[in-house]
């Protein structure tokens, strides 16, 4: 079990920076996620967190003592690949045990160690085949199950669902957040990808050139994202320009295409501010009559693409906006008609506007 804190790291490559004051932290028996784009420091993140990589300035520290200066071998951290990293003329309980070889473990324990792994990610029955004799989703649950044998303090998981297909990733992303839970080891984890952070994390860290463009939970950062960029990164999502009229304990009253509406918002906007509202598709719904009154916003549908279970339509607004949003799939839409956009303010957003 591992409380772990990560206090301003820092790393350089050349003139590059590859992390630029990275601060997060693990509770015992958390699953936190690096997100972002390729490049943007999550998995220098991790690679330091094992000890693959030293940072410039900065700290790590499990259960308060710092481990900066501590060999990855001594670290006791379990680590998940994206390649799956097993050895191909090893069975797949060899390659489970493997771990167990280099720890002062008894012997009489290694064999009930590894039954017990395979039988957490669902590989009883298979100790004995080869690698190369079992599927993509096979070999990364033996990978997974190598790194929780020994019983780590950390597990460390890089992209480990890139290389399988879209129904593999699912069942493999639901049986890691359930294994992760079922033995209470505090992880981390690489993604590129917004719906597998989502789905498993307790908290995420959307990542931004090297640095940390915000902290929280899944619903706190995509319902409450502090910048356009954690919003763009975790969804779909419309923005309106708009400009800040009035505001108390963080609601505002703003000017948004041609309307004047109050809406909660970042903290630290003010009066004066021009700002961009976040509107999430599913705060929208279509009104067929613009006139009524429940109408907030009117446009004209210049997309409508029925996709079976509901429709996606964007509305072009007079001012100038667009917004996107889904459609019920009984509801007759085209291209070229003026509708109304109700909006449910509760769920709308105020962010600082991006600047160049």
Known sequence: MAKVEVKALTKHYADVVALDGVSLQAETGELISLLGPSGCGKSTTLRCLAGFLSPDFGDISVNGQSIVAMPSNRRDFGVVFQNYALFPHMTVAENVGYGLLFRKIPKSEHQQRIDNALQMVRLTGLADRLPRALSGGQQ???????????????????????????????????LIREVQQQSGTTAFYVTHDQAEAMAISDKVAVMKSGRVAQFATPREIYQRPSER????????????????????????????????????????????????????????????????????????????????????????????????????????????????????????????????
């Open 140 to 174: 990364q649950r033996v990978a997974l199950a190598r790194a929780l044998v020994i019983e780590p303090r950390l597990l460390l998981l890089d992209e480990p669902l890139a290389n399988l297909d879209a129904r593999l990733r699912d069942e493999v992303r639901c």
């Open 229 to 356: 960029y954690v919003a763009d990164f975790t969804g779909e999502a419309n923005f309106l320009a708009a400009t800040i009229i009035g505001s108390s304990a963080n609601m505002y009253g703003i000017d948004v295409a041609g309307r004047s509406i109050e809406v909660p918002g970042v903290a630290t906007l003010k009066s004066g501010d021009r700002a961009e509202l976040l509107l999430r598709p599913e705060s929208l719904t279509l009104v067929p009559d613009p006139a009524s009154p429940s109408a907030l916003f009117e446009g004209v549908v210049s997309k409508a693409a029925f996709l079976g279970a509901s429709q996606h339509c964007e509305v072009s607004l007079g001012t100038g906006g667009m917004l996107k949003l889904a459609v019920p799939p009984n509801t007759e839409i085209s291209a070229g008609e003026r509708v109304g956009i109700s909006v449910a303010l509760e769920h709308a957003w105020l962010m600082p506007e991006v600047t160049p």
